[in-house]
Antibody, heavy 118, light 108 residues
């Protein structure tokens, strides 16, 4: 069974850094891209970026380029999303999702809730 | 960047009724690269349809997708109580992914 297990909820202050994780299991982790998707409270889904664990090739949405960093450690089947300086506007649920053969997202993590508040 | 618009924003229907949700793109989308998701409160999105009309694994056949070019539709033939949720369309083009704003199907 394909599973994406995300790290737990975070409460941070503005200006702090954060790195969250997404661990894949039940499939060949290096064979599928992993995407990150943001969902602000009460709002819709926003694609942030995507990484190919096989060679760490990474693409970012223009809306998130330079604001976050996506990385991967294929030795432990884990993708990461990180910020160097959080803002209150980063408060949201963040999902990782596996990319499928028709450019759909066929499996999703449970989400990581990030709250940024002073 | 292709922008997706979904209509109606909210659909109020009763169980057993048919729901038709529209997703319109600002430019032509390859039918192969149009997907639909369902999201219930407190849950992650779930893939329903990919390639515009192909049901994902385990998705009941009351869910169907159709369309091409710039106009796509998700149809739920007979609403079950568990189908009341928010639905998103999503496309891929030019190494970019975009989601529609979502459409809510609520109990009338």
């Amino acid at each position: 069974e394909v599973q994406l297990e995300q790290s737990g909820a975070e409460v941070k202050k503005p200006g702090e850094s954060l790195k969250m994780s997404c661990k894949g299991s039940g499939y060949s982790f290096t064979s599928n891209w992993i995407a990150w998707v943001r969902q602000k409270p009460g709002e819709g889904l926003e694609w942030m970026g995507i990484i190919y664990p096989g060679d760490s090739d990474t693409r970012y949405s223009p809306s998130f380029q330079g604001l976050v960093t996506i990385s991967v450690d294929k030795s432990i089947n884990t993708a990461y999303l990180q910020w160097s300086r959080l803002k209150a506007s980063d408060t949201a649920m963040y999902y990782c999702a596996r990319h499928g053969s028709s450019h759909e997202f066929d499996h999703w993590g449970q989400g990581t809730l990030v709250t940024v508040s002073s | 960047e292709i922008v997706l618009t979904q209509s109606p924003g909210t659909l109020s229907l009763s169980p057993g009724e048919r729901a038709a949700l529209s997703c319109r793109a600002s430019q032509t989308v390859s039918s192969s690269y149009l997907a639909w998701y369902q999201q219930k409160p407190g849950q992650a999105p779930r893939l329903l349809i990919y390639g515009a009309s192909r049901r994902a694994t385990g998705i009941p056949d009351r869910f169907s997708g159709s369309g091409s070019g710039t106009d796509f539709t998700l149809t739920i033939s007979r609403l079950e109580p568990e189908d009341f949720a928010v639905y998103y369309c999503q496309q891929y083009a030019g190494s970019l992914f975009t989601f529609g704003p979502g459409a809510r199907v609520e109990i009338k």
